[in-house]
């Protein structure tokens, strides 16, 4: 389907393409266009290409370009979302008038959503959004959203579009475009300091901690081991989903591991880099052999160290756990849901239910708490 620049209403011309499969698109234009606006991990073609492989839950995929003189200039991954464990679980703790299929721009699962595009177009992100609508309406459904949206300027340009919004998770990120490490860690003053090297040399003593990416059985065996441990249900995280994205983002892992005197992988950090963006999107515990993640400071110390004598700029550490990161010197960075209808009573029954869904999740500090997930 493409839509033009008379249906979306922009000033400068522009036409815009809905593809049914990520396969359509070239890998090198799509991750170009990732890597010009900035974009992590979460919306390249690799990371789209092992969603639809094996996804958590039931989609179609419904991407969004876009283009000025037929060059590609701006991407909104987007599915239509039929069956999916974290939006029914947020649906049913603040009862989202969500019934049939919802387009989402483009998963809960990621650290990242909603458009990019090259810097000098920004009117394509505009244009993006507003293609959402008609997209929804073809596909039959009655709503589209925007997961995790940023604070800032990307949520910003949602509420302004008239999209009821709540913050639903924090992610905690690390700047570390510094000089040296030592620069890095002179944040923290004189006590706390000496607490982090005490129990970084505590945990590195019985623990070995590597850059030695594990094997996608491990992956799966750990991930699951502390989904179950914090009372999450596996289906966020299904073994084929995790597979999938094992063999995909090959080339972009970087991944944090700690191996017990016995030679058994027994924590880890799963994470990619793409461009100076590293994403530690999964974290990993055999619950069975420790009953708190011990090996956490040696392993945090390690991956911010790395980064630091890298050209990796920025670490997202991820969601929950919020105390510990800010420890690590990571700030918080509030994501959204954000969600709009055609129907005026239907936007108002999503601002009143976005309403509730903040006061139902809100936890201590600005991180959510959802007791019953821990991601």
Not at 150 to 170: D, F, K, N, V
Not at 267 to 284: E, K, N, V
Not at 320 to 340: D, I, M, Q, T
Request: include cysteine; proline fraction near 6%.
């Amino acid at each position: 389907m493409t839509l033009t620049d008379s249906t979306l209403g922009v000033s400068r011309r522009l036409r815009i393409d809905v593809l049914s499969t990520i396969h359509e698109a070239d890998p090198e234009e799509w991750n170009r266009v990732v890597a010009l606006a900035g974009g992590s991990i979460f919306h390249t073609w690799q990371w789209l290409a092992a969603f639809e492989d094996a996804p958590p839950g039931t989609f179609e995929p419904k991407h969004l370009l876009a283009y000025r003189d037929g060059e590609l200039v701006g991407v909104c991954p987007a599915f239509l979302v039929y069956d999916c464990p974290r939006l029914s679980y947020l649906r049913d703790l603040a009862q989202l008038p969500l019934d049939g299929p919802v387009l989402m721009a483009h998963s809960l699962a990621a650290l990242d959503g909603g458009p990019l595009a090259v810097p000098g177009h920004e009117d394509a992100l505009t244009a993006l959004l507003s293609a959402l609508e008609p997209t929804a309406r073809e596909g039959g459904a009655r709503a589209w959203a925007v997961a995790n949206a940023q604070a800032g300027r990307p949520i910003g340009l949602l509420m302004r579009e008239g999209y009821a919004t709540a913050h639903i998770t924090t992610s905690y990120r690390c700047r570390t475009d510094v000089p040296s490490v030592p620069d890095y860690w002179g944040f923290a003053v004189g006590r706390l300091r000496r607490k982090l090297q005490r129990e970084r040399r505590a945990s590195g003593r019985d623990y070995a901690v590597s850059e030695n990416p594990s094997d996608a059985a491990t992956l799966v065996r750990l991930v699951h081991s502390l989904l179950k441990d914090r009372g999450t249900p596996t289906d966020v995280l299904p073994e084929a989903f995790l597979e999938a994205m094992k063999a995909r983002l090959a080339p972009f892992e970087q991944t944090i591991t700690a191996v017990d005197a016995d030679q058994r992988t027994v924590g880890i950090f799963a994470g990619w880099q793409f461009g100076s963006t590293w994403s530690m999107w999964l974290a990993g515990l055999d619950t069975e052999r420790l009953s708190s993640f011990v090996p956490y400071r040696a392993m945090a110390a390690r991956l911010v160290e790395r980064a630091v004598t890298t050209d990796v700029a920025s670490i997202d550490l991820g969601r929950s756990n919020g105390a510990e990161k800010r420890k690590l010197g990571a700030h918080p960075v509030p994501l959204y849901l954000a969600l709009n209808a055609t129907e005026r009573a239907d936007r108002a029954a999503l601002h009143a239910a976005c309403r509730r869904l903040e006061l139902r999740c809100q936890g201590p500090d600005e991180q959510l708490d959802m007791t019953r997930r821990c991601c």
